[in-house]
């Protein structure tokens, strides 16, 4: 998946890019009901200078197994939870709470394996071009390229 952006922030080789939410996020409102804001920044390594507008792209592989980081994990850590709850024959509110705290280990877990795992190259998105100094948007460019 490649997605546009602009660079707001550069520290070193370490850029903050903002991307707009795509067309297709308008009706969904799935995040926060709407709320949320209608960007989201993204930091990425690579050569570009503020204000430039860049391809970021995630590794084909990662982004499936990513998103089982982000969801599957702590919803397996809180079955576990429910199951020790009720193999131990717990009463339904302890199992609940056993479940609870499985979902919170599992969100912890997630977290602290997607701090390792952003510091490997393999695993981080990476800039495939970038455009200087384009007015154009985001959809212009997609057009131009195909």
């Given at each position: 998946m490649?997605r546009?952006?602009?660079v707001?922030?550069?520290k070193g080789?370490?850029l903050?890019?903002?991307f707009?939410?795509?067309?297709s996020?308008e009706?969904?409102?799935?995040c926060?009901k709407g ?6 920044l993204?930091?990425?390594y690579g050569?570009?200078?503020i204000?430039?507008?860049v391809?970021v792209?995630?590794p084909e592989?990662r982004v499936?197994q ?10 397996c850590?809180?079955?576990?939870g429910?199951v ?28 602290l394996?997607e701090?390792y795992?952003?510091?490997r ?10 455009h ?7 959809e212009?460019?997609?057009?131009e390229?195909?």
């Open positions: 490649i546009t952006g602009f707001k922030s550069k080789d370490k903050s890019v903002c707009e939410r795509p067309s996020c009706g969904c409102k799935g926060a709320l949320m804001s209608k960007s989201e993204l930091t990425v050569e570009a200078e204000g430039d507008f391809d792209q995630m592989n499936f990513a998103a089982l980081l982000a969801y599957a994990l702590p919803l850590v809180m079955i576990a429910l020790a709850g009720s193999l131990l024959g717990m009463t339904d509110t302890v199992t609940f709470v056993f479940a609870l705290i499985g979902l919170a280990l599992g969100f912890v877990f997630s977290r394996a701090k795992l952003s510091k190259k393999n695993w981080r998105p990476a800039i495939v071009a970038v200087k100094n384009t007015v154009c948007t985001a212009e460019r997609k057009e390229n195909e």
